[in-house]
């Protein structure tokens, strides 16, 4: 029987949540990142914080590309925080950003 502390991933109904998602074939996942953010706050993406700065975009790449060339059955993510959002990461394309001052009850 799961916990009543389990999450499922969805947002709480007051928290902020922007999806989108990219091809891992045609585009680096760091570029859909800073591309993802820079659409969310209205900025520039050269106006932001390097990525590099957080997390190793190389290494990023690296891990949805060869997720994508082993076809694994399902998909990986990986989960950081870059320009005031919590950013996830998925092998399959998706980019989830929520707002990181926005705490758990």
């Known amino acids: 029987m799961p916990s009543t502390d389990d999450t499922t991933g969805e947002p709480a109904a007051d928290e902020f949540e922007f999806v989108t998602t990219?091809?891992?074939?045609?585009?680096?996942?760091?570029?859909?990142?800073?591309?993802?953010?820079?659409?969310?706050?209205?900025?520039?993406?050269?106006?932001?914080?390097?990525?590099?700065?957080?997390?190793?975009?190389?290494?990023?790449?690296?891990?949805?590309?060869?997720?994508?060339?082993?076809?694994?059955?399902?998909?990986?993510?990986?989960?950081?925080?870059y320009e005031g959002f919590d950013v996830a990461v998925r092998t399959d394309g998706e980019v989830r950003l929520r707002d990181a001052t926005v705490t758990a009850d």
């Not at 050269?46 to 059955?73: C, I, K, N, W, Y």
């Open 22 to 81: 990219f091809d891992p074939d045609g585009e680096p996942a760091s570029e859909a990142v800073v591309t993802a953010v820079a659409a969310v706050r209205g900025s520039k993406p050269a106006a932001l914080e390097p990525l590099h700065a957080v997390v190793d975009p190389d290494a990023l790449d690296s891990l949805v590309g060869h997720a994508d060339r082993v076809g694994t059955a399902g998909s990986h993510q990986v989960w950081f925080t």
